[in-house]
């Protein structure tokens, strides 16, 4: 049963006094910002919020996007803060965590242009969060080429705009995350103990790679799965272990690969092929504690990977204590995540975890 089918807005008569003034305090603290706070978005921003007690349980979705006025493109150009809390009232999603959808080309230019686009959509996400802090979360975007930029941005984004966590691409257009130039942001992120959501985005060595096919069909969850590589096996995993990492659509082909990913680790016993399989537990200097150990501990969300055969390798390599909910909304209908989970057959107890409670050892503040 969806415990929000009734019930779950205030009386109409209320609702509407407590809306406006909730506009009233946002546009205030705007206006104390100064003028420019007041820009059509601002307004935008304003006129969703919502009261709090709206939300008071229900599931956490990790995976969801918004779209920005001043960043053309994306899943849905009409989205609006309003758009996503009708689709979460419906489905019973308590809170959003809301991340970018990309437009890695802008973000990972390496430039001043990419890092002051990346302030910008960060801004612009901590006000969505003031108006409905308990609807919304902020995973923030960071311009990971610009190494300088994004330690300057990670410190922003927490200290300031409190996010709370990092939304990154599986790659920055030509290098993985697990690249050596990327081990101080690393650092920094285990430093601050911090949540990292990876997304995927399609390597600029690596699109329309097969004639007639498109590239969110595969090369989407085959690039998560070189982003979870590179990181592995350039020992960014073990160097930096109180990094929560979050991998999207259920672990993509991580799953079904992790054994193989196992076998070929470099410096074992090996084959002309590489390690030589079943010689050894994939360790070495950079996985000292072996490929399974360091795969078991990243979060899995589940955004149209809910489908039996995903699910069933996620569950078989992972305990239930890292499955996540998430949508992949606007991009995706929330349907196609929500539509197959009866099919998988996990107990209630798995769900309430996959649906809230491990998110919530995540973001604390949302423990209801």
Known sequence: MNPWATNHRAPESGASSTRGASRRDLLKTFAT???GALSPASALIAQSARPANEATVGRIDVHHHMQTHFVPGGADAHWTPDKSLDEMDRHAIATAMLSHPGNGDQIYDGTEKGRALARRINE?????????PKRFGLL????MRDVEGTLKEIEYALDTLKA???GILSNTGEKWPGDPTYLPIFQELDRRKAVVFIHPYVNKCCRQLVAGVGDAVVEYDFDTTRAITSLLFNGVLSRCPDVRFIVNHS???VPALAGRIKDRVPGAQTSNFGARPGNHEGKNDKIPNGV???LKKLYYECAHATYPMPMAALTSLVPTSQLLFGTDYPAEPMESTLDQLPNDALSREVLRALDRGNAERLFPRLKA
């Open 33 to 35: 910002a100064g003028a």
């Open 124 to 132: 612009y996400g901590a006000k969505l969060v003031s108006a409905n």
């Open 140 to 143: 923030a975007a960071l311009p």
């Open 164 to 166: 709370d966590g990092f």
């Open 251 to 253: 672990g993509a082909a």
């Open 292 to 294: 399974f150990y360091e």
